[in-house]
Each structure stands twice: as C-alpha cells, then as structure tokens.
C-alpha cells in the first residue's frame, strides 16, 4: 500500500508554503482518506502541485521540450518576489526494506520555476534513517556564463543503482534526474518513478473530451467493463441504462423505457451521469491494479446518499490491489459516522497569512458511542467552515 505525503508547497524561499503539510496515511486496503473544507481553502492546491509534478517527471525530452512550462498561471510557480522558484516535496511509501524489515519512504524533492530546475533530490527514509539516493543542484555561478544552459553539481549515495556520469551530461535545465535515469533502467528510480507512470490516477473532472477518451480506452480494454458499470449505476438508481457502447471513439448509451429505446452520446448526457460513469470505470481499474486515485471535487453533481454509498462501494469491492482513494470535497456528507476512518478525514481552511493549513479528525477527541462528527463539524467544532457575511448588490455601485 502507498501512502503519500505531499509538502513544502512553497511560495518560494524565504517564504511562507503555500502548504502547511499534508500527511496521508499508509491505510490497509480498500480505504479512503478525504480532505474537507470550505470553497477556496486551497483544498485543491496540492491536487494541481501532483499533476504538475506528475507532467514534469513523466515529460521525456523527446516528447516536450519544457515541461516546467506546466508550472505557467499556478499559484506556486514563483514567490512574492519574483523570479524566485517553488518547491514541491513529495514522500511516498515503497513498501520494506528487506535486510531490516523497516518501512522504505521516497522523498523527492523539485525546487523549480518554468524556466529551469534548480534543485532535485530523492532519499529514502528507512527506519530512522535518511539515506541519500540522489542530488542534483545548479551552479548558480554557472548561470553567468549561459543562463540558458547552466550547470549541476551532482552526488549519489552508496546504495544508488543505475547510470550515473555517462548520464548527466545528457539531460537539460529543464527536464528531471529522475525521469532520465528511471529510462535507463536505474533499479534505485524506476520504482518510484513507476509509481507516477502507472499507479498515480488523477482523475479529470468527467466533463471534457480527455473524460471520454478514458472511458474508451478502458472499455476498449475491458469490454467485461461494460456490464459492471452499468450494474454500478443500478446500484444508485440509474436503471434506464440497457447498454454502453463505443462507437468511432466515442462512447454511446442506450436508454430504455417503458414505450422505446433510444441512443445519446457521451457529450450530450447529463453532467452527473458522465461523472458517475468516470469514476466508476476509475474504480474498476483501482480494483485490478494498484493505484492511488486523486479526485479533486468528489461531490460535484452527485447526491449525498449517492456519495457516501459509492465510497462504501470503493472500500468494499477494493479488496485484492490495496489501492488508495484520496477525495477532496466540500461535503459533509463524508464525515457521516463510520464511513470513514477518523485518521483518513483532514480539514482544510486558510491561516491568518492565506496559507491553506490542514488538521486531522484523528487529532479531536471521540467518543464511538456518541459519534456527532457531522454535527459537529457543521457547527463550527473543528473550523474549516466559511465565513459568512451579508451582501446587496447595488445597480449604481462606485469603485472607490
């Protein structure tokens, strides 16, 4: 099982993170962590530090010539000063160590702007130990002589395996050690490296084309597919639903009633139903193969009763993979009792200084026979709830 850390989401040195730290824990099979608070609470920022990080690391040089590109118009590309580079800092459990039997934890590190990467580093925390993997680090002396091409200090630790100097030399300003070496086979960065490549889901919102273009891809695949997600959306009262089919690239359904049949493409059903139809087809793929499935907006267009009955689904059916779903929504309708662990619910709300700062349910006193954990949060117990004010609109309103 993976758990995940996500960090040091900063708004550059010398200021304070966009991000105070958010913990995921290393839970068993089948269960979900959620994050929990108000609309503009920086809820979703670590969602879009993953996706950028995850865009940057798995961008070859031979597909994109400037992944950090990705970095444009997102709230940790630079600090207040300008020119100053984000760091995204990442840990991810690897599983054990097979000499000590302790937990092996990758820590990578990306200090970055869109232009050029400044720092990269992975270590692995074993135990109590820190042990250098890599480090990778600009010559800012370098940047004199050709800011467009600068030059990196490099050192390994003992235990690296794979490709070290021959390699070096080949990889630009704008493209990650980790990426290059994981190519080449290294036996230290292909695993953690795999783990962005194949494991890391992040779920689009079910709106757009590349929603569609999963769904078919995946049918496509698994055309056993077809039956279980239509038996999915059964279970949450969809039952006009007869067949789903793909046709020319684009996915089809067929709808029954009591007098016809009729057919409509994926792009002109309800926003709700494309959504259902991702996130179900995402969870038959958690249930064969690891993955850590992120989906930003969980809520969105759904029923709360439909809500926390397909959580109950993921932890029921996720059973053979270990795989681990991180949801981020506004609704409290996750914090019903016993639908999730207390150690996998986290709120989310902004400090006095607009940094987004997360606290865990696990760390509030609690009482199982008197589990008032909704109530209570809509109560204000555990902050992360708006703050409401009046508002008029007026029609002759001055800018003052």
């Given at each position: 099982?993976m758990g995940?850390?996500?960090?040091?989401?900063?708004?550059?040195?010398?200021?304070?993170?966009?991000?105070?730290?958010?913990?995921?824990?290393?839970?068993?099979a089948g269960?979900v962590?959620?994050?929990?608070?108000p609309?503009g609470?920086?809820?979703?920022?670590?969602v879009?530090?993953?996706?950028?990080?995850?865009?940057?690391?798995?961008?070859?040089?031979?597909?994109?010539?400037?992944?950090?590109?990705?970095?444009?118009?997102?709230?940790?590309?630079?600090?207040?000063e300008?020119g100053q580079?984000?760091?995204?800092s990442?840990?991810?459990?690897m599983?054990?160590?097979?000499?000590?039997?302790?937990?092996?934890?990758?820590?990578y590190?990306?200090?970055?702007?869109?232009?050029?990467?400044?720092?990269?580093?992975?270590?692995?925390?074993v135990?109590?130990?820190?042990?250098?993997?890599?480090e990778?680090?600009?010559?800012?002396?370098?940047?004199?002589?050709?800011?467009a091409?600068?030059?990196?200090?490099?050192?390994?630790g003992?235990?690296?395996?794979?490709?070290?100097?021959?390699?070096?030399?080949?990889?630009d300003?704008?493209?990650?050690?980790?990426?290059?070496?994981?190519?080449?086979g290294?036996?230290?960065t292909?695993?953690?490296?795999?783990?962005?490549?194949?494991?890391?889901?992040l779920?689009?919102?079910?709106?757009?084309?590349?929603?569609?273009?999963?769904?078919?891809?995946?049918?496509?695949?698994?055309?056993?597919?077809?039956?279980?997600?239509?038996?999915?959306?059964?279970?949450?009262d969809?039952?006009?639903?007869r067949?789903?089919?793909?046709?020319?690239?684009?996915?089809?359904?067929?709808?029954t009633?009591v007098?016809?049949?009729?057919?409509?493409?994926?792009?002109l059903?309800?926003?709700?139903l494309?959504?259902?139809?991702?996130?179900?087809?995402a969870?038959f793929?958690?249930?064969t193969?690891q993955?850590?499935?992120?989906?930003?907006?969980?809520?969105?267009?759904?029923?709360?009763?439909?809500?926390?009955?397909?959580?109950e689904?993921?932890?029921a059916?996720?059973?053979a993979?270990?795989?681990?779903?991180?949801?981020?929504?506004?609704?409290?309708?996750?914090?019903e009792?016993?639908?999730?662990?207390?150690?996998?619910?986290?709120?989310?709300?902004?400090?006095?200084?607009?940094s987004?700062?997360?606290?865990?349910?696990?760390?509030y006193?609690?009482?199982?026979?008197?589990d008032?954990?909704?109530?209570?949060y809509?109560?204000?117990?555990?902050?992360?709830?708006?703050?409401l004010?009046?508002?008029?609109?007026?029609?002759?309103?001055?800018?003052?």
């Amino acid at each position: 099982m993976m758990g995940l850390r996500v960090q040091d989401l900063s708004a550059g040195y010398g200021e304070r993170p966009i991000i105070e730290g958010l913990t995921l824990p290393s839970l068993g099979a089948g269960e979900v962590v959620s994050v929990v608070g108000p609309n503009g609470a920086g809820k979703s920022s670590f969602v879009r530090a993953l996706e950028a990080l995850k865009s940057i690391v798995c961008a070859t040089a031979d597909e994109v010539e400037n992944p950090l590109s990705v970095l444009a118009g997102t709230s940790f590309a630079y600090s207040e000063e300008k020119g100053q580079p984000a760091t995204i800092s990442i840990r991810v459990y690897m599983g054990l160590d097979e000499e000590s039997g302790d937990s092996v934890v990758a820590h990578y590190t990306l200090r970055s702007d869109r232009a050029m990467i400044w720092e990269e580093s992975l270590y692995h925390m074993v135990g109590r130990s820190k042990k250098r993997m890599f480090e990778r680090k600009i010559k800012e002396e370098s940047l004199l002589l050709d800011p467009a091409n600068p030059a990196y200090t490099y050192r390994w630790g003992k235990m690296y395996r794979g490709d070290k100097k021959r390699l070096v030399n080949k990889i630009d300003a704008q493209h990650t050690f980790l990426e290059a070496s994981a190519l080449k086979g290294s036996e230290t960065t292909l695993p953690f490296y795999r783990w962005f490549t194949e494991q890391l889901h992040l779920l689009p919102m079910g709106v757009s084309n590349l929603s569609e273009k999963y769904l078919v891809e995946q049918l496509t695949a698994h055309p056993e597919w077809v039956g279980q997600l239509i038996n999915f959306l059964w279970s949450i009262d969809i039952t006009d639903i007869r067949d789903v089919r793909v046709r020319d690239d684009r996915i089809v359904f067929v709808h029954t009633n009591v007098t016809q049949h009729y057919a409509t493409y994926f792009s002109l059903e309800s926003l709700s139903l494309r959504r259902l139809c991702l996130i179900g087809v995402a969870f038959f793929e958690s249930f064969t193969t690891q993955k850590t499935l992120v989906i930003d907006d969980f809520g969105m267009l759904l029923h709360p009763h439909v809500l926390t009955h397909i959580v109950e689904i993921f932890e029921a059916c996720n059973t053979a993979t270990g795989s681990q779903m991180l949801v981020v929504d506004c609704n409290p309708s996750l914090l019903e009792p016993g639908l999730l662990r207390r150690d996998g619910v986290y709120f989310a709300e902004k400090d006095s200084e607009s940094s987004t700062v997360y606290t865990s349910l696990a760390d509030y006193r609690y009482s199982k026979a008197r589990d008032k954990t909704q109530v209570q949060y809509m109560g204000g117990a555990f902050g992360s709830l708006p703050i409401l004010s009046e508002f008029n609109f007026t029609a002759n309103a001055k800018e003052e």
